[in-house]
């Protein structure tokens, strides 16, 4: 890394030594510190707001207690500056990062620390954007892999609104330290979350600080904790379906029943995420839909709980990704996206019209001048 960035390695909130190479081991023995017990304290605080009993304040606050949290480096670099974040989180993110793979069998967020995450302000106080994407991994030991269904979450409390958008893996970006135009999900592989998350916001104008990691075997374990997801879904998907719940029942030695019909049917786990990577049957625009699809199906699916159960629910998920937002932080914003979810709206980048398709390699190259005022006007209401 260039000598001029200012790269922030504190000590984190366990009081280890920020070291730029952990890649999100778990201490043996970790310390409190004085971040933890501010987290409790706004948990407090929080939980009262949304009206929940002394009981629930101590189940809530043991739950905190079960995020591990991982070094993630940020830096100050150039123009750009420390995002405003607001309510609830007005202190260091450094070092604070709720992570937890508490049990076997998952893939690690790769984090470079050669490519921090670079700060940038907030362009509206009252949107959130929060990068939520999976990983196309074969297993917990390949880290460094291309990322897959990246999509931006983004919270618009100015309408009550919740805006999902999905960016096509195959879109021709810049990306920082590559001499020619590459894949969006190559810029992961390249440089870990951190490269990921400023080559979103370099090339589409985001303000992305935050983040949440699946990969396929958690996608499918946050699916099934929650009953499976109703779904309506073709013969042919069924089809096509089921050739990857062959290949997930291989990679996770697991004997997932295979889809016998089309229709409107509860998907479990592995069948729900095969379904939503199907490819072959249409296009990858379609994947893309589905994908969203299944998102807003599993939120509407935990809206319908009640608030105890949603909090039982958030405990049952604890080590099912990873993210550098904190307890406190998931409890805010999923409070945020249930208490609004039946206001939602999606989008697609690139859109129709505004992209033409390279064929060696195969890329998607937007027409910036047309795409980027559009998405900005979707997600802020004006260009940014």
């Not at 019909?261 to 592995?270: D, E, K, R």
Request: some cysteine.
């Amino acid at each position: 890394m260039k000598n001029s960035m200012n790269v922030q390695r504190q000590p984190d909130s366990y009081g280890r030594s920020a070291n730029p190479n952990y890649h999100g081991q778990r201490s043996q023995a970790p310390r409190k510190s004085i971040k933890q017990v501010i987290i409790k304290v706004m948990a407090y605080i929080l939980l009262g707001a949304i009206g929940l009993g002394s009981g629930v304040f101590v189940y809530i606050l043991n739950l905190s207690d079960e995020f591990k949290y991982v070094y993630t480096p940020f830096i100050d670099n150039g123009d750009y500056e420390p995002i405003d974040i607001g309510s609830y989180d007005n202190y260091d993110m450094n070092g604070d990062t709720a992570s937890s793979w508490q049990d076997g069998g998952h893939t690690s967020v790769y984090v470079d620390p050669e490519h921090p995450i670079k700060k940038v302000k907030q362009k509206d106080r009252d949107v959130e954007n929060i990068l939520v994407f999976g990983v196309d991994a074969r297993g917990s030991s390949d880290v460094k892999c291309r990322a897959d269904a990246i999509m931006i979450v983004s919270i618009d409390k100015k309408t009550d609104t919740i805006k999902l958008i999905s960016l096509m893996r195959d879109t021709g970006v810049t990306i920082e330290g590559r001499s020619k135009i590459d894949k969006l999900n190559h810029s992961y592989m390249y440089g870990g979350v951190g490269l990921l998350i400023n080559t979103i916001n370099d090339n589409f104008g985001f303000d992305i600080q935050r983040f949440v990691m699946l990969d396929f075997n958690s996608s499918t374990k946050v699916i099934d904790a929650v009953g499976g997801i109703e779904l309506e879904i073709t013969a042919g998907e069924a089809k096509y379906a089921n050739m990857s719940i062959e290949e997930q029942n291989q990679l996770m030695n697991k004997n997932v029943p295979y889809l016998s019909h089309g229709g409107y049917q509860t998907l479990n786990g592995v069948q729900a995420v095969a379904w939503s990577r199907i490819r072959k049957l249409d296009s990858d625009y379609v994947r893309s839909s589905r994908q969203r699809t299944l998102a807003f199906a599993l939120m509407t699916k935990i809206s319908s709980y009640s608030k105890l159960q949603q909090m039982t629910l958030v405990e049952d998920m604890a080590g099912m990704f990873e993210t550098n937002m904190t307890s406190v932080d998931l409890i805010r914003v999923g409070s945020s996206v249930l208490e609004i979810l039946n206001n939602r709206t999606e989008y697609r980048v690139p859109a129709d019209g505004m992209f033409t398709v390279q064929q060696n390699p195969w890329m998607m190259i937007v027409d910036w001048n047309k795409q980027i005022p559009e998405l900005h006007q979707f997600i802020w209401g004006e260009s940014k």
